[in-house]
């Protein structure tokens, strides 16, 4: 009975969200103050119609009902709780619902904090936003229905996937979601401006906090799916360019540029075409994001669906809304106009090649991606792109990108003088090379990529901690040196761990010893256990170091009873300069197993600096200049003195 | 400098910029693909020697041997109509699994095994590494080529 009262939820959340874009887009049009006061209540019982049918969901997962196809092909009754809760979002069908969801979250949160805008605007913008959510409603009414029946019902489900069981597996999707949806509030503004045919900077203002929000989301999603990769594959690895990590890559991307190219149009009015085309790419890639790893039509760990006929759908809407907004954009291009002017040198042009660099970054990151899948499709032949494409791509990319990242903030918009720059910024630039290349040294392996990555990562500290001194004092500039501290937290730990890691595979019986960077690993045995849904071998490995004993590790081989899949988890003694990493492999004959030691330095401190990263984001967002239409005026005032 | 000749320099500047950009990713995209090629076709000797490629197809029942190290794995890869040796160092990953579908990525020696740097198996019990499934797909039209070869 609960899993129809969801489909009629969904069923009703549909009506309301063509409802919402016909009387908001319709009244806006017609000026219809009538017609548009129904825009926030029906944006808000979307939401609440797209939450019961969730919670519907999830109370299936919770009582085990296996008539529910969906509930007996993601779950078992031997699951833990928190995973059959999670469960609801570990397959296509219940993905898409809390999609759904988020975007109803979404819309709920820009109808609350939209009062300051012009009623026509905040309109418009729900009804792109009740638009989209239309689409997915009925891709999953009419493709994917997580309330299908299974007649007769399943004995039992056929669980949920081991590498699903996980606590950051609870975690990761709501987060990238609540980022790649986000997305879609940037682009209903753009599509909002383009419209009502006017894209001066006030649009730009308005979806500058919410287009951060949202990347932050993100940026905290992407680090929990790389954390979650690099503790429970077993490799060791945290990035693997595998092409379901591109997909959310390149948003994040995307986005970046977006933020940045919005602060342009926002506060001198230039880049207006580019800022909207932004929008646009960014919910594009958000959307194909979705598409990629959700039709199955990728090969990868996470492609858990293999339905094309779903592909078709999702790639009608993907060109209805993205095609609709590159028409709209394109018919409405000429009345857009160019905005301020600026010279070679000034904070605008800076931005720019910020701009230019992370497009080209997401461009390659497209190329390196679709590629393979394009001539697959094509027939023309099989072919992957490795990783180290990526990494001799990303590099000379990136590396510039992370200079101009010390020079933006000092840059004055309009006009600036370039010896005055070089004269503020050379102690800046000596101490951070000299430092960069020593610090190698005192690591003990000198290498030229290690010292240019510390270099960049000092010179971004130095030069952010600098402005701190000359630029203003809001949480929009505090909330930027946080973030750009926490791209250059980032880089540390991705130059020292691709600069000093090590690994080494070994075949051991109880009582052998691996040496590993200073580290000595003695396996004292193998023990078997006994888990709710698995049987496992779990090791116990004692580090010790300069023969003090450091700590003991238990890495597991675990097998899942329900679908027979053996997992290994690994034990990962943590700390702030290094991991030391531990994952029992299969047995072997004679009592021996084998077994992968790693050492990782700093490697930590790449999610620490996604983590500042994020935090960056929601200190610039909550500058109380985008809270209040009444304060813009004072604001608009100290900026004209500044 | 006039205004306008600041910005065809500038447009000028731009236009290479990204011309250099173009020209670094397409030669790191050239020089890093990797072609995917059968069992069949690396014993008909199509696949390169010293350069990184892929094969796929099932692990022969019976083929998989730790080598005396305990480190060193060997198994044989068929797409059922020919096999080729391949080995790899270190952990397999969790659903390598004899009479299944597997990929492996890495370079053909002189002796003709295949050293792998990377072994994929992933997925579930019922599904097959599409590239793995083409590979036992394509077996019978390869062998078929290389009759008609024989026989001119």
Redesign the interface.
């Known amino acids: 009975m609960i899993p129809e009262l969801g489909q009629i939820a969904l069923s009703l959340a549909l009506a309301v969200a063509l409802f919402l874009s016909f009387v908001s887009l319709y009244g806006a049009w017609k000026a219809d103050a009538s017609l548009m006061s129904f825009a926030r209540p029906a944006a808000q019982s979307i939401a609440l119609l797209v939450a019961f049918a969730f919670g519907c969901l999830v109370h299936a997962f919770v009582v085990n009902d296996f008539s529910v196809a969906y509930v007996a092909t993601n779950s078992n009754s031997a699951l833990p709780l928190q995973y059959r809760v999670a469960g609801a979002w570990g397959g296509h069908e219940g993905s898409l619902l809390l999609w759904t969801l988020i975007l109803g979250v979404w819309m709920t949160a820009v109808s609350l904090f939209s009062r300051h805008l012009p009623e026509e605007m905040s309109s418009r913008v729900l009804g792109v936003m009740g638009l989209i959510s239309a689409g997915f409603l009925a891709f999953m009414l009419f493709t994917s229905n997580p309330f299908d029946r299974l007649l007769p019902a399943a004995a039992d489900g056929r669980d949920l ?1 081991p590498l699903l069981q996980d606590p950051g597996m609870v975690l990761h999707p709501p987060m990238l979601y609540m980022g790649y949806v986000g997305f879609s509030v940037a682009f209903a503004f753009a599509v909002a401006a383009l419209l009502a045919g006017r894209l001066d900077a006030t649009w730009a203002r308005w979806s500058r906090p919410w287009t951060t929000v949202a990347w932050m989301f993100l940026t905290v999603g992407i680090s929990l799916g790389s954390g979650w990769a690099y503790y429970e594959l ?1 490799w060791g690895g945290w990035w693997f360019w595998d092409p379901v990590e591109n997909a959310s890559f390149m948003p994040w991307l995307c986005g970046t540029a977006l933020i940045h190219s919005l602060a342009v149009t926002d506060k001198r009015g230039a880049f207006r075409s580019w800022t909207v085309l932004l929008a646009i790419f960014a919910f594009a890639l958000s959307l194909l994001g979705t598409f990629l790893v959700r039709s199955g039509v990728l ?3 996470h492609a858990f669906a ?1 339905d094309p006929k779903r592909g078709v759908f999702i790639l009608a809407l993907f060109a209805l809304l993205v095609g609709g907004a590159l028409a709209l954009y394109v018919w409405r291009t000429a009345r857009i106009g160019l905005g301020g002017s600026f010279a ?1 040198v000034s904070r605008e042009s800076f931005l720019l090649a910020n701009n ?1 660099l992370l497009a ?1 970054a997401a ?2 990151v497209f ?2 991606t679709l ?1 393979p899948l394009a001539l697959d499709a094509l027939g023309a ?6 990783p ?2 990526f990494e ?2 990303f590099v ?2 990136m590396a510039p990108a992370l200079f101009l990242m010390g020079v933006g903030p000092f840059v004055r918009w309009k006009h600036s003088s370039l010896p005055e720059l070089a004269v503020l910024l050379r102690w800046a630039l000596a101490v951070s090379l000299a430092l960069g290349l020593l610090l190698p040294l005192a690591m003990g392996n000198w290498s030229a990529m290690v010292g240019f990555g510390l270099s960049l990562a000092l010179w971004v500290v130095l030069t952010s901690l600098l402005s701190l001194k000359k630029g203003a004092r809001t949480r929009s500039h505090y909330g930027m040196v946080v973030a750009h501290i926490g791209v250059a937290v980032f880089v540390v730990g991705v130059t020292l761990v691709k600069g000093y890691e090590a690994e080494k ?3 051991m019986r109880p009582g052998d010893k691996v040496e590993l960077a200073g580290h000595v690993f003695l396996l004292e045995g193998v023990a078997s256990v006994a888990g709710p849904n698995y049987q496992a071998a779990r090791a116990k490995v004692s580090v010790s170091r300069d023969g003090r004993p450091l700590t003991v590790l238990h890495p597991e081989r675990r097998i899942y009873t329900v ?6 988890e690994a034990a990962i003694d943590t700390g702030f300069t290094r991991d030391l990493y531990v ?1 029992l ?2 047995p ?2 004679r009592g ?1 197993w ?1 077994v ?1 030691v790693q050492y990782k330095p700093f490697i930590d401190w790449i999610w620490g600096g996604c983590l500042i990263m994020a935090l960056g984001g929601l200190l610039a967002a909550s500058d109380r200049r985008y809270r209040f239409g009444i304060e813009k005026k004072s604001e608009t005032f100290v900026e004209a003195r500044a | 400098m006039k205004p306008r000749h600041k910005r065809i320099a500038a447009i000028a500047l731009g236009v290479v910029a990204l011309g250099v950009v173009t020209a670094l990713v397409l030669s790191a995209f050239q020089e890093n693909l990797v072609f995917f090629f059968t069992p069949s076709q690396v014993v008909a000797q199509e696949a390169p020697q010293g350069r990184t490629f892929r094969i796929g197809g099932m692990v022969e029942k019976g083929s998989v041997r730790r080598q005396a190290d305990g480190v060193t794995v060997q198994f044989l890869v068929t797409d059922t109509a020919k096999s080729i040796p391949v080995t790899y160092r270190g952990q397999l990953p969790d659903l390598f699994r004899e009479g299944k579908g597997v990929v492996a990525q890495g370079q053909l020696g002189a002796d003709g095994v295949f050293r792998a740097n990377e072994v994929l198996a992933k997925h579930d019990e019922n599904y097959m590494p599409p590239e793995a499934a083409e590979a036992v797909k394509r077996a019978p039209e390869t062998a078929e080529k290389a009759a008609r070869t024989l026989k001119q």
């Open positions: 996937n077993g090969t990868s760990v293999v070679p230019v080209a461009g390659t190329l390196g590629y032949g099989k072919i992957s792109v490795g180290q494409y001799a791509v000379p990319i595979d070994a075949s679908q027979q899949s053996p997992m290994t994952s492999g299969e072997l004959e021996a084998l992968k």
